[in-house]
């Protein structure tokens, strides 16, 4: 059956009811032609799932009952992704479902030296519009209990200054050392950059940051590729451990 999302703000578990609208009550009513009576499964993307029957249809919004829900703990292991902005916005929006669809925690669009695509402040609010129905979409699709965070684009530097992470990552070319670190249970940094890569002097400032670099590869991989390599990494050890704290 289909997941469905809502904000956790239009559940009210204690009365058992809950309420869906925008693009969500769009699909499931214009599209799918739900009704009153039908029962479709519902996330707020905080760890809950719903089974809900549909029991008003308004112009706008549906409201349905909650019928049972499940909590799900978040994933012991937390991937963030910090990869630059990319000139072709089809290529970041296609890294942005895929990071999605394999489980990372969060997003951080990153404007390193050689970032080329650089939108305004104004242009970024519809930006982070687009990028949070992909992210939705994509966390729908492969029925993820927990969608990602996606912050808004933030230079390198202030990437360098983030804290709270086990073990911090630099892919780049320029790397012969292979990915050797455990991340089950921990929380991990990537950095990825862009279109010609890193310059020496962001490695130089990342390694003085506590960033390890590491190697891909002897081939060169785009960005997208590489960011969702690195997810794909994490991912097969925790499959490789058995675990199922990944959503």
Same mark, same amino acid.
């Given at each position: 059956?289909?997941?469905?999302?809502?904000?956790?703000?239009?559940?009210?578990?204690?009365?058992?009811?809950?309420?869906?609208?925008?693009?969500?009550?769009?699909?499931?009513?214009?599209?799918?032609?739900?009704?009153?009576?039908?029962?479709?499964?519902?996330?707020?993307?905080?760890?809950?799932?719903?089974?809900?029957?549909?029991?008003?249809?308004?112009?706008?919004?549906?409201?349905?009952?909650?019928?049972?829900?499940?909590?799900?703990?978040? !994933? $012991?292991?937390?991937?963030?992704?910090?990869? +630059?902005?990319?000139? &072709?916005? #089809?290529?970041? %929006?296609?890294? =942005?479902?895929?990071?999605?669809?394999?489980?990372?925690?969060?997003?951080?669009?990153?404007?390193?030296?050689?970032?080329?695509?650089?939108?305004?402040?104004?242009?970024?609010?519809?930006?982070?519009?687009?990028?949070?129905?992909?992210?939705?979409?994509?966390?729908?699709?492969?029925?993820?209990?927990?969608? !990602? $965070?996606?912050?808004?684009?933030?230079?390198? +530097?202030?990437?360098? &200054?983030? #804290?709270?992470? %086990?073990?911090? =990552?630099?892919?780049?070319?320029?790397?012969?050392?292979?990915?050797?670190?455990?991340?089950?249970?921990?929380?991990?940094?990537?950095?990825?950059?862009?279109?010609?890569?890193?310059?020496?002097?962001?490695?130089?400032?990342?390694?003085?940051?506590?960033?390890?670099?590491?190697?891909?590869?002897?081939?060169?991989?785009?960005?997208?590729?590489?960011?969702?390599?690195?997810?794909?990494?994490?991912?097969?050890?925790?499959?490789?451990?058995?675990?199922?704290?990944?959503?």
């Amino acid at each position: 059956m289909e997941l469905f999302y809502t904000a956790a703000e239009q559940v009210d578990l204690k009365a058992r009811i809950l309420e869906i609208d925008g693009d969500e009550f769009h699909h499931i009513v214009r599209v799918l032609r739900k009704k009153a009576g039908d029962e479709i499964l519902v996330t707020d993307g905080c760890g809950f799932r719903y089974e809900v029957t549909i029991t008003d249809v308004g112009k706008k919004a549906l409201r349905g009952a909650i019928l049972s829900h499940i909590h799900c703990e978040p !994933p $012991a292991t937390e991937v963030t992704v910090a990869i +630059s902005l990319l000139k &072709a916005p #089809q290529r970041f %929006d296609f890294f =942005l479902e895929k990071a999605t669809e394999l489980g990372v925690s969060t997003i951080i669009p990153m404007i390193t030296a050689r970032t080329i695509s650089q939108p305004s402040s104004e242009k970024v609010q519809g930006k982070l519009i687009r990028w949070n129905t992909i992210t939705l979409s994509a966390a729908r699709q492969s029925k993820r209990l927990y969608l !990602p $965070a996606l912050r808004e684009p933030l230079p390198f +530097s202030k990437v360098l &200054a983030l #804290q709270g992470y %086990d073990i911090k =990552l630099m892919p780049y070319e320029g790397s012969a050392l292979p990915p050797m670190a455990q991340c089950t249970g921990r929380k991990v940094l990537f950095l990825v950059g862009g279109e010609g890569g890193f310059t020496a002097a962001e490695v130089q400032a990342a390694e003085a940051s506590g960033f390890s670099p590491l190697s891909f590869g002897n081939t060169i991989l785009r960005a997208e590729t590489a960011g969702i390599f690195a997810i794909a990494y994490v991912r097969s050890q925790l499959l490789n451990a058995e675990s199922s704290a990944w959503l």
